[in-house]
């Protein structure tokens, strides 16, 4: 018997934010949508590690190599694949509805000298194969280094998703 992946997120305990209230937190950044479709894609806007109850303010603030550990960083990624799980629900009412992730793009702000973005992008990365299985959960990715984001988060993604008609 086949696991879905709402089932998955659910055995992991994880706390999906519900987007369809309005709240989904990108809005606060400017004028963009949450997501665009075209086809079987499925386009994100760009995701940061946002948690209800912090009234914007970014957790673990600032610069990896600096005030911003790796395994700080890394749960940042997992919080904005959380976030991406919730735009992904608001665009196909189901988590059951991914094919496959085609591509993850990922910013982390870096102190100079700090080399291993890719550490910390596995959070997210990890997070999206435990939902969507080895199979469909992993798909391209490239993690770069920036000086800075968007209200002092350490990190953001931009997800391509393949869904099921």
């Known amino acids: 018997m086949t696991v879905t ?12 934010p519900d987007y369809t209230d309005g709240s989904y937190h990108g809005l606060d950044y400017g004028s963009m949508k949450a997501f665009h479709r075209v086809g079987a894609l499925l386009f994100l806007s760009g995701h940061v590690p946002d948690v209800p109850g912090r009234e914007g303010a970014p957790i673990h603030a600032g610069r990896l190599g600096a005030e911003v550990t790796v395994d700080q960083g890394y749960e940042a990624a997992r919080i904005t694949a959380v976030n991406c799980l919730a735009t992904i629900r608001l665009a196909l009412g189901s988590l059951d509805r991914v094919k496959a992730l085609v591509n993850s793009l ?3 702000v870096v102190a100079p000298g700090f080399v291993d973005v890719n550490l910390v992008s596995s959070g997210s990365s990890d997070l999206l194969r435990d939902v969507f299985g080895p199979e469909a959960g992993l798909g391209g990715r490239a993690t770069i280094g920036v000086s ?14 393949e869904t099921v008609d």
């Not at 992946?5 to 999906?16: H, V, Y």
């Not at 984001?149 to 998703?161: D, G, K, Q, S």
């Open 5 to 16: 992946a709402e089932a998955r997120a659910a055995e992991l305990g994880l706390d999906i």
């Open 148 to 161: 800075v984001l968007a209200h002092n988060h350490c990190f953001e993604n931009w997800l391509t998703i």
């Open 106 to 108: 990922n910013f982390v």
